[in-house]
């Protein structure tokens, strides 16, 4: 089973509201995956954060930003919303080893800490990729 339809029947059983949101969106988003996500969940909905590097850059963005902005992933950026909206909820879900543990906010906090140096190391190693490519077509244009 993935680790969506091992959510399912409790996540579904809870929600109240915007269900069509975990349905579609989280299914997308877990449907083929097998690493390891925190998933917490209120009566309106869900935050997901899984724990890979992909993942992890993208939702180290700013949600608005103008596209014309170049802005690279960040650490200040995840470590000041993402436990906003993943700690603000009232379910906690740990998966891993294609299992689905429910687990408590302490130990959900506990999870994410210990991913923080992590999570600091990919972006900071996505940042120095960055500047590395910006800096060699920087090169070419002057050529």
Known sequence: MSYFELLKPEIMAY?????????????EELQNYHDQFLLSVRQTGTNLLKLERDYILSVSLPIFMNPAHKVTPNFSYFINLVPVYLFSNDLF???HNDLIER??????LIIFNKWLPSIKKILKTNLELQNEIDFKLSINAVK
């Open 93 to 95: 879900f740990y998966g």
């Open 103 to 108: 687990i408590n906010k302490d130990k959900a």
């Open 15 to 27: 929600m109240i509201n915007f269900q069509n949101d975990f349905l579609e969106i989280d299914r």
